[in-house]
């Protein structure tokens, strides 16, 4: 049977992503700055592996049975909580949060409950690519806005939203995706005036700011800035997620945002999965009820902002000379973003630095369109100390080869 004469257009335009293709590399020699995923060292797993049992045993009738789509209510207690204790937002209650399996669900439901194919969405460029994926299989057509230290370009967003406007399809323009912190892939923050001015053009032209934060917690030097949805819960829908705090296994991510868009989120959501595993959502809020978690998460903080310094003195030590080379500076997550000179490819490199056993992600793979090609995402978070090294080291001879083969002059 011809499967393919089968598949829908959604199906057939699916791209099987550069980052899962990576993860798959399992060669023990390669040095990876590829994928951003936590250090298996920084999860809970005895704390966890007492409270899992307890859960399993004492909370059956409820862990091991149907939930509601909506999910466990004592999680979001525990969330609420979490939010105003650290995020200085009131007010919330149980309809205001949806639990979904990760933010990548999140993602995807926002897609589904509000893009159809003649929608505008809004994503930055550089943008993390998973989101894009998930809006992509709705088909919708993409503005891509610029991010860079400054936060995203707010003035070519304002001038795509008045093109739209003059063509009366700015009803068409549904949301404006965006990373605020510690941005993947580009490690950038939004400062708090471009966050305010977002604000601003969302109230102006009526639109959804989808604010992703998987990352906000994760900061090592600097000073926090407030959520967007601190600042406006009414147009902001935000999306967090347990997957860098405590462990990414466990599949909980938390929708917040007014009550009507979590029901229409939620309505979407009985069809794809009818409900989060109940166990690992009981198990996140008794974790939560017996620890405190930013505490618990101080000592990974550390180690991510120690690699961070290793990698970063490994960058200008290896890299530091080459001219129109740049790297993003990050205060917190897992990734930097390093622009190399024009004319390098990193995806055509991809293959001589795979011999050289180094892995990055090519740049290429962040755009929905016009892609910076001398481009890359690099993670500190999980090689040790050496790897990170070691690694540089062998992304210069990399690039030092590449060069040499193409007759470009550093
Ligand atoms: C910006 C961003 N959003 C969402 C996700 C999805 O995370 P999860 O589904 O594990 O919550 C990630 C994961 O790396 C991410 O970087």
Request: charged share 25%.
């Amino acid at each position: 049977m011809n499967i393919e004469s089968k598949l829908s257009t959604t199906s057939k335009n699916i791209k099987s992503s550069i980052i899962r293709e990576l993860l798959k590399i399992s060669d023990p020699a390669m040095i990876s700055f590829g994928g951003g995923v936590p250090d298996p060292e920084t999860f809970p797993r005895e704390e966890l592996a007492v409270i899992a049992s307890e859960v399993v045993s004492k909370e059956y009738k409820f862990t091991l049975q149907y939930g509601t789509t909506e999910g466990d209510d004592v999680l979001k207690k525990q969330y609420i909580r979490l939010l105003e204790e650290h995020e200085n937002i009131k007010d919330l209650n149980n309809d205001n949060l949806l639990i979904t399996v990760g933010s990548q669900q999140a993602l995807y439901l926002a897609g589904l409950t509000f893009l159809d194919e003649e929608s505008y969405c809004g994503v930055t460029r550089p943008v993390y690519l998973a989101a894009a994926s998930a809006f992509a299989q709705r088909n919708p057509k993409f503005i891509s806005v610029n991010l860079s230290e400054k936060g995203i370009d707010t003035d070519y967003l304002e001038s795509e939203l008045i093109k739209l406007r003059e063509r009366n399809e700015l009803h068409k323009f549904k949301f404006m995706y965006v990373v605020t912190n510690f941005h993947n892939p580009a490690g950038i923050t939004m400062p708090l005036d471009n966050r305010k001015k977002l604000i601003e053009l969302a109230e102006k032209y009526d639109f959804i700011i989808l604010e992703d934060d998987p990352y906000g917690a994760l900061r090592f030097e600097g000073t926090k800035v407030p959520s967007i949805f601190s600042m406006n819960s009414e147009r902001v829908i935000m999306l967090n997620t347990f997957s860098k705090i405590l462990s990414p296994g466990m599949r909980i991510g938390v929708i917040i945002g007014n009550t009507q868009a979590i029901r229409r989120m939620a309505m979407a959501k009985q069809a794809v999965d009818l409900c989060c595993s109940p166990v690992t959502q009981r198990l996140t809020a008794r974790f939560l009820e017996r620890y405190d978690l930013f505490e618990q998460i101080k000592p990974t903080i550390e180690l991510y902002k120690h690699k961070k310094d290793v990698f970063m003195k490994a960058m200008q030590d290896n890299l530091g000379d080459i001219k129109g080379v740049s790297w993003t500076k990050a205060e917190g997550g897992l990734f930097t973003w390093l622009t190399l000179p024009q004319q390098i490819d990193t995806m055509e490199m991809f293959e001589m630095a795979k011999k050289e056993k180094v892995l990055y992600i090519p740049g290429e793979a962040f755009f929905v369109d016009n892609p910076l090609k001398n481009t890359m995402r690099l993670s500190f978070c999980l090689p040790t100390e050496e790897q990170l090294v070691e690694g540089m080291k062998r992304l210069r001879r990399t690039i030092d080869k590449y060069c040499a083969a193409k007759g470009i002059k550093l």
